[in-house]
Nanobody, 115 residues
Framework: QAQLVESGGGLVQSGGSLRLSCVASGSIDSFADMAWYRQAPGKQREWVATISSGGRANYADSAKGRFTISSDNAKNKMHLQMTSLKSDDTAVYFC?????????WGQGTQVTVSS
């Protein structure tokens, strides 16, 4: 049973940057994909970015050009570097990981962007 713990959220001004981290218990080498999702108040959870075990990254249109997803397999970590943050980015950000037959979620970290 894997566990994911996010960190790095906080309050930032519009135009600012934040770096979110997700630490996985156990090796992330066994994960097929890891991803970030977010959920704003009153809205459904939405996908932000995915990184495959081979390092290929994909982004939602809202994240392209501003966010960068990366992983550090040696440290069992995944990161989301967010720049040019906007008020629309305010949400709880969740770490997600999957392996065949299983998927895991972190507890989320709050990101608040003030205008």
């Amino acid at each position: 049973q894997a566990q994911l713990v996010e960190s790095g959220g906080g309050l930032v001004q519009s135009g600012g940057s934040l770096r979110l981290s997700c630490v996985a218990s156990g090796s992330i080498d066994s994960f097929a994909d890891m991803a970030w999702y977010r959920q704003a108040p009153g809205k459904q959870r939405e996908w932000v970015a995915t990184i495959s075990s081979g390092g290929r990254a994909n982004y939602a249109d809202s994240a392209k050009g501003r966010f960068t997803i990366s992983s550090d397999n040696a440290k069992n970590k995944m990161h989301l570097q967010m720049t040019s943050l906007k008020s629309d980015d305010t949400a709880v950000y969740f770490c997600y990981a999957s392996r065949p037959g299983f998927y895991y979620w972190g507890q989320g970290t709050q990101v608040t962007v003030s205008s």
